[in-house]
């Protein structure tokens, strides 16, 4: 029998420290990055939100302007020290998951799938990721995890409260074994840990437009850029593929 949303927990991952994005993220948590001038937290929240009976957030304690953001609104774990990672953050929520599953978000996953395809029949007996199969090896086989997971309550009751990650232990361990069920997105999806991919996912969203925040000023050029809240072009600027923030300019071109 397919699980109620009543016994499933939200929960998305924002608490990394998003190395990957810098300099990017030394100006504000990866979670919070604008997408479509909408931070990635909340992209996934509105995701999440409709499958579950309640939402929480991690968080870390370095991130001032993400706790901020959601005060009042979900329920939100802030780390302090050592970051817990996936499986740690599961175990920090004992108390507030209270013996339910879990549908597991990574903040920094831009997907536009609702997610229908990853609950739909899913039961609660084993662990389920969202993947898209690619050529060669990937993640779990040719299957490339895309950031969305279904984890049964009886699995998450063992994760601890200590720095620890889900795939060793519960991905792979139930990949070996043959009781990983792998759901085919239908959606886009895109890793947003790199410069050109977020700038990827933004033109995904504008439709190749250039993305504005509504207090930025532009005065020079931008051809598929994304220009952050607070941020200035100008008059004697052309700025191409690139993200400009109120302190930095970041090429967004890939690599050729």
């Not at 033109?203 to 005065?219: F, I, K, Q």
């Not at 994304?226 to 300019?249: K, N, Q, S, Y």
Request: with cysteine; net charge negative.
């Amino acid at each position: 029998m397919t699980v109620d949303r009543e016994e499933i927990a939200g929960v998305v991952l924002a608490a990394g420290a998003g190395t990957r994005l810098r300099p990017l993220t030394l100006e504000r948590p990866k979670a919070m990055c604008p997408v479509g001038n909408r931070p990635l937290v909340d992209r996934a929240l509105d995701r999440v939100a409709p499958h579950v009976g309640s939402v929480a957030v991690n968080s870390h304690g370095s991130q001032p302007m993400l706790v901020s953001h959601l005060e009042g609104r979900v329920h939100v774990s802030v780390e302090e020290g050592e970051r817990l990672g996936t499986a740690g953050a599961l175990g920090r929520l004992a108390g507030w998951i209270g013996g339910r599953h879990v549908l597991v978000h990574n903040a920094d996953s831009f997907l536009d799938s609702d997610l229908d395809e990853l609950l739909d029949g899913w039961t609660g007996e084993h662990p389920r990721l969202l993947v898209r199969h690619e050529d060669g090896p990937s993640d779990f086989g040719t299957a490339r995890f895309l950031g969305a997971s279904l984890l049964p309550a009886r699995l998450v009751s063992l994760m601890p409260d200590a720095p620890a990650g889900l795939y060793r232990l519960v991905w792979e361990p139930a990949f070996l074994d043959g009781t990983l069920e792998l759901v085919e997105a239908r959606g886009t999806s895109i890793d947003c840990g790199t410069a050109a991919d977020y700038l990827r996912a933004n033109l995904h969203v504008s439709g190749g437009a250039s993305v504005v925040a509504d207090d930025a000023v532009v005065a020079g050029s931008i051809t598929r850029c994304v220009v952050w809240p607070g941020a200035r072009v100008e008059a004697d600027e052309a700025l191409v593929d690139a993200i400009r923030t109120p302190l930095v300019t970041v090429s967004g071109a890939v690599p050729a």
